[in-house]
Protein backbone atom coordinates (compact mmCIF):
# COMPACT_ATOMS: atom_id res chain seq x y z
CA UNK A 1 0.00 0.00 0.00
CA UNK A 2 1.25 3.49 -1.13
CA UNK A 3 -0.01 6.37 -0.44
CA UNK A 4 1.41 10.15 -1.62
CA UNK A 5 0.49 13.22 -0.49
CA UNK A 6 0.83 16.43 -2.80
CA UNK A 7 -0.13 20.28 -3.67
CA UNK A 8 1.33 21.49 0.23
CA UNK A 9 3.18 24.35 0.01
CA UNK A 10 3.10 28.42 1.35
CA UNK A 11 0.33 30.75 1.78
CA UNK A 12 -0.58 34.22 3.09
CA UNK A 13 -3.20 34.16 5.61
CA UNK A 14 -6.65 34.07 4.03
CA UNK A 15 -5.59 31.63 0.93
CA UNK A 16 -6.38 28.47 0.05
CA UNK A 17 -4.09 24.94 -1.05
CA UNK A 18 -5.75 22.02 -2.36
CA UNK A 19 -4.00 18.59 -0.93
CA UNK A 20 -4.34 15.64 -2.75
CA UNK A 21 -3.28 11.73 -2.01
CA UNK A 22 -2.99 9.48 -4.24
CA UNK A 23 -3.26 5.53 -3.37
CA UNK A 24 -2.04 2.14 -4.76
CA UNK A 25 -2.30 -0.92 -3.76
CA UNK A 26 -5.10 -1.23 -1.62
CA UNK A 27 -9.02 -1.68 -2.12
CA UNK A 28 -9.70 1.71 -2.46
CA UNK A 29 -13.67 1.86 -2.38
CA UNK A 30 -13.61 -0.50 0.88
CA UNK A 31 -11.31 1.74 2.77
CA UNK A 32 -11.93 4.93 5.35
CA UNK A 33 -9.41 7.85 4.64
CA UNK A 34 -8.65 10.60 6.97
CA UNK A 35 -6.55 13.45 6.66
CA UNK A 36 -4.27 14.47 9.62
CA UNK A 37 -1.75 17.18 10.62
CA UNK A 38 1.10 17.71 13.26
CA UNK A 39 3.83 20.22 14.09
CA UNK A 40 6.70 19.49 15.79
CA UNK A 41 6.80 18.52 19.46
CA UNK A 42 2.72 17.96 19.27
CA UNK A 43 0.43 15.38 18.98
CA UNK A 44 -1.15 13.71 15.02
CA UNK A 45 -4.45 15.70 15.03
CA UNK A 46 -7.27 14.79 13.36
CA UNK A 47 -8.74 17.06 10.42
CA UNK A 48 -11.44 15.42 8.30
CA UNK A 49 -12.49 11.92 7.61
CA UNK A 50 -14.08 10.39 4.86
CA UNK A 51 -15.74 7.16 4.91
CA UNK A 52 -16.90 4.40 2.41
CA UNK A 53 -19.80 5.61 1.77
CA UNK A 54 -18.99 9.38 1.66
CA UNK A 55 -20.05 10.75 5.27
CA UNK A 56 -17.35 12.96 6.05
CA UNK A 57 -16.42 14.42 9.52
CA UNK A 58 -14.48 17.15 10.47
CA UNK A 59 -12.64 18.67 13.45
CA UNK A 60 -13.56 21.71 15.08
CA UNK A 61 -11.02 23.85 13.88
CA UNK A 62 -11.74 22.47 10.54
CA UNK A 63 -15.31 22.93 10.23
CA UNK A 64 -16.73 26.04 7.74
CA UNK A 65 -12.93 26.30 6.35
CA UNK A 66 -11.78 22.66 4.75
CA UNK A 67 -13.21 20.08 3.05
CA UNK A 68 -12.24 16.57 2.12
CA UNK A 69 -13.38 14.76 -0.85
CA UNK A 70 -12.31 11.33 -3.06
CA UNK A 71 -12.37 10.47 -6.32
CA UNK A 72 -13.47 6.65 -6.07
CA UNK A 73 -12.29 6.53 -10.45
CA UNK A 74 -8.31 7.99 -9.55
CA UNK A 75 -8.10 6.82 -5.90
CA UNK A 76 -7.41 9.49 -4.68
CA UNK A 77 -8.59 11.47 -2.02
CA UNK A 78 -8.43 15.61 -1.84
CA UNK A 79 -8.41 18.28 1.43
CA UNK A 80 -10.04 21.63 0.11
CA UNK A 81 -8.12 24.16 2.91
CA UNK A 82 -10.04 27.68 2.87
CA UNK A 83 -9.42 30.66 4.79
CA UNK A 84 -6.31 29.43 6.19
CA UNK A 85 -4.46 30.79 9.43
CA UNK A 86 -0.99 30.86 10.36
CA UNK A 87 -2.16 27.98 12.82
CA UNK A 88 -2.86 25.37 10.27
CA UNK A 89 0.83 25.54 9.53
CA UNK A 90 1.82 22.29 9.82
CA UNK A 91 2.63 18.66 7.96
CA UNK A 92 -0.33 17.43 6.71
CA UNK A 93 -0.70 13.23 6.25
CA UNK A 94 -3.29 11.18 4.98
CA UNK A 95 -4.07 7.74 5.51
CA UNK A 96 -6.25 4.90 5.29
CA UNK A 97 -7.32 1.39 6.84
CA UNK A 98 -10.06 -0.67 6.08
CA UNK A 99 -11.19 -0.13 9.65
CA UNK A 100 -12.93 3.41 10.12
CA UNK A 101 -10.87 5.54 13.12
CA UNK A 102 -12.45 8.75 12.65
CA UNK A 103 -10.53 11.59 13.59
CA UNK A 104 -8.05 8.46 16.03
CA UNK A 105 -4.47 8.18 14.49
CA UNK A 106 -5.16 4.65 14.62
CA UNK A 107 -5.06 4.09 10.63
CA UNK A 108 -2.76 1.54 9.82
CA UNK A 109 -0.96 3.05 6.33
CA UNK A 110 0.37 6.56 5.97
CA UNK A 111 1.58 9.19 3.53
CA UNK A 112 5.25 10.44 3.86
CA UNK A 113 3.84 14.22 4.80
CA UNK A 114 3.58 17.40 2.67
CA UNK A 115 4.34 20.82 4.63
CA UNK A 116 1.88 23.37 4.75
CA UNK A 117 2.60 26.37 5.47
CA UNK A 118 0.84 29.95 6.24
CA UNK A 119 2.29 33.05 6.47
CA UNK A 120 0.87 36.10 8.67
Known amino acids: VQLVESGGGSVQAGGSLRLSCAAS????????MAWFRQVPGKEREGVATIYEDGRTNYADSAKGRFSISKDNAKATMYLQLNSLEPEDTAMYFCAADHLCHGLRPDYKYWGQGIQVTVSS
Open 25 to 32: GLAYNAYC
